[in-house]
């Protein structure tokens, strides 16, 4: 039996239509959480898919056919006017804000020499400022209660280099850096500012041709094996990629009152990767 230990909460869950966004608040709402459910719910230039509005309409489906409350808000992270208006409709829904999950980003790649200044914009404009418009909206709100969980998705490449990727390392650099410096900010008023940054996840950000060109480019089309070995070299238990259930128990845990005393780290779920890594 799954235990209720986020009873009565409201949990703001960005990019929610798919992906590990709808398995955090499938997660919450099993655990008795009321879900706001924030998605672009459009296609943004990049490496995958992005969630449509049917997709964002069945993450709300399953949440409330598990008994959660649920309010779902087509909204652009880029947005601080947006995400303020995300806010607001929380607080006048469910009358605060507990936890935040700002999970929503993008990937894109390629050389820093050739790289299109849109791509360059919109990777670091949804990863970082995306998360950072999220986190802004609710510091007053969690504030004044005294009282919230932030957890920002970062990456394992959010703490090294990476080539064809500098877009969306230093995005995730930044909200690390982001993470930490809100956190000192926020704990007297008792919230904790964390970030969650695992090694690759089995969702379409994973999954699709652009990223498995760029880890196999000597093959013409690779497919998932022909990519598998290739993402196992990365980590020290040679694990291709983590599935979404692992993911999302790591952001509950930061979430959670057994995390209470926890603020201003990143939690590693990669496989040692972060063994390597100078600190």
């Known amino acids: 039996m799954t235990m209720r230990n986020f009873e009565g909460r ?5 990019g929610a239509a798919k992906g590990q966004g709808r398995s955090h608040a499938i997660a919450l709402a099993q655990r008795g959480a ?6 672009i719910a459009a296609q943004i230039p990049c490496a995958s898919r992005m969630a449509t509005p049917e997709e964002l309409d069945e993450t709300a489906r399953i949440v409330e056919s598990l008994g959660a409350p649920c309010l779902t808000l087509k909204a652009d992270t880029r947005s601080p006017e947006q995400m303020r208006d995300v806010v607001a409709a929380t607080v006048e829904r469910f009358g605060r804000v507990d ?17 299109a200044d849109d791509v360059w914009r919109d990777v670091v404009d949804v990863n970082l400022g995306g998360v950072a418009a999220s986190i802004r909206a ?5 504030a004044a209660q005294r009282s919230g969980r932030i957890v920002a998705t970062a990456s394992s490449v959010g703490r090294e280099g990476g080539p064809n990727n500098a877009n969306y390392a230093a995005s995730k650099w930044g909200v690390i850096g982001l993470v930490k410096s809100v956190a000192i900010e926020l704990a007297p008023y008792g919230v904790t500012v964390n970030a969650f940054s695992p090694m690759s996840v089995s969702t379409d950000m994973c999954h699709n041709d ?16 022909d990519v598998r070995a290739t993402f196992a070299t990365l980590n020290p238990m040679a694990v291709p990629w983590i599935e979404v259930g692992d993911a999302t128990e790591a952001v509950l845990f930061l979430a959670s009152d057994e995390a209470r005393y926890i603020t201003g780290t990143a939690l590693d779920v990669a496989g040692g990767w972060n063994a390597f890594h100078s600190a």
Do not use: H, K, Q
């Open 99 to 115: 936890v935040l999950l700002a999970n929503a980003g993008i990937a894109a790649f390629g050389p820093v020499r050739e790289m």
């Open 10 to 14: 409201t949990a703001v869950v960005t």
């Open 210 to 225: 652009l990223t498995y060109g760029l880890f196999r480019p000597d093959l013409e089309a690779p497919t998932t094996d």
């Open 34 to 39: 009321n879900l706001v459910l924030v998605d």
């Open 138 to 142: 609710v510091a007053p709100v969690m």
